[in-house]
């Protein structure tokens, strides 16, 4: 088994992946290496053109590293017990946090 990168794309910005493919590219296979990712407790991003922030990237993981992400509102955010990620935004946006346990709480009740 290999590593996993996943990233999110913004919708606003997305024409800028067409002005510039090859840059785009050259980023995402960058963020597949780590290189947007190492900047402490945070996930990590990159713009491209005029968007500052086109993508959101989360470190890449080993296949068998396991964690949940959830899309709420503007954001997708890592949920898992051993992240600094989840950790930090616990502890920066509790009421936010608290929202999110209790999106993931309906969605598997509906999934079961």
Not at 17 to 32: N, R
Not at 60 to 80: F, K, L, S
Request: hydrophobic share 35%; aromatic share 10%; charged share 25%.
């Amino acid at each position: 088994m290999g590593f996993l990168t996943t990233i999110t794309i913004y919708n606003d910005g997305c024409d800028q992946i067409k002005k510039h493919p090859k840059e785009f590219a050259e980023k995402v296979y960058l963020a597949c290496l780590g290189e947007f990712t190492d900047r402490g407790p945070v996930k990590g991003s990159f713009g491209l053109g005029y968007d500052a922030n086109l993508v959101t990237v989360q470190k890449p993981r080993h296949a068998d590293d396991h964690t949940i992400y959830v899309h709420q509102g503007n954001t997708v955010v890592e949920m898992n017990a051993w992240s600094k990620d989840c950790e930090s935004l616990a502890k920066r946006h509790p009421d936010f946090f608290d929202s999110l346990l209790k999106q993931m709480e309906r969605q598997v009740k509906v999934v079961k």
